[in-house]
């Protein structure tokens, strides 16, 4: 079976300083990872996605994600946080048949001017 | 282009009465996914069609909880005789354009949702 664990319920930055959003993953094969951000009476918007080409994965807003496969993980990362930046954030993992994602728990990240 | 659409936005039952809860998928997207996603939650998975068929309804709770796609493009999530537990905003997404069979690594574009609260 296919999950995700998102290793940070909140995230509290201040603005221009690094975002780091952890986020592993069990798969029993190579699976397509997705991170997907969720504002406040938004619909949930893809940032990027990894489908076993590029393990470095660049997406909008500045955000990029590393895939590591020793050790399951697929954190997500900018360098320097906007105010825009604060939402809710997800980690998800495909079906092996692509027929359904896999939602983390969601990550809140919250930025400090 | 447009999105994907639902409606109502907000929708709230007294318990024990029937809502249905509509999605408009992006045009020519032949997926259609429904999620619920409790306060504080991600989104899980309900239901998955393929055009008109569905395809996989295991993550249906219950059997009060209906789907269906009849001309492969609106759907419409039925819920019978709600109960409070059902609370919960209620996700479409829509996604491969054309494509047809399992497809992988394609995204999923959800709509805005349909907030529903059991009284």
């Known amino acids: 079976a296919q999950s995700v664990t998102q290793l940070d319920s909140h995230v509290s930055v201040s603005e221009g300083t690094p975002v780091l959003l952890r986020c592993n993953y069990s798969?029993?094969?190579?699976?397509?990872l997705f991170w997907y951000v969720q504002h406040p009476n938004k619909g949930l918007q893809l940032l990027l996605k990894?489908?076993?080409?590029?393990?470095l994965v660049k997406g909008i807003n500045g955000f990029e994600a590393e895939f590591k496969k020793s050790e399951t993980s697929f954190h997500l990362t900018k360098p320097s946080a906007h105010m825009s930046d604060a939402a809710e954030y997800f980690c998800?993992?495909?079906?092996?048949?692509?027929?359904?994602?896999?939602f983390g728990t969601g990550t809140s990240l919250t930025v400090i001017p | 282009g447009a999105g994907v659409s639902q409606s109502p936005r907000y929708k709230v039952a007294k318990r024990g009465q029937d809502v249905a809860l509509r999605c408009d998928p992006i045009?020519?997207?032949?997926?259609l996914f429904w999620y619920q996603q409790a306060l504080g939650q991600g989104p899980e998975f309900l239901t998955y069609?393929?055009?008109?068929?569905?395809?996989?309804k295991s993550g249906l709770p219950s059997d009060r909880f209906f789907a269906e796609r009849p001309e492969g493009s609106v759907s419409t999530l039925k819920i019978q005789r709600t109960q409070q537990e059902d609370s919960a905003v209620y996700l479409c997404?829509?996604?491969?354009?054309?494509?047809?069979?399992?497809?992988?690594?394609?995204?999923?574009?959800f709509g805005p949702g349909t907030r529903l609260t059991v009284t």
């Open positions: 997404a829509s996604s491969s354009p054309g494509a047809q069979g399992f497809v992988l690594g394609y995204e999923q574009y």
């Open positions: 798969s029993s094969y190579s699976p397509s």
């Open positions: 990894y489908t076993s080409a590029a393990t």
């Open positions: 998800v993992v495909e079906s092996n048949t692509g027929n359904q994602f896999y």
């Open positions: 045009s020519g997207h032949v997926s």
């Open positions: 069609f393929q055009n008109e068929a569905q395809l996989d």
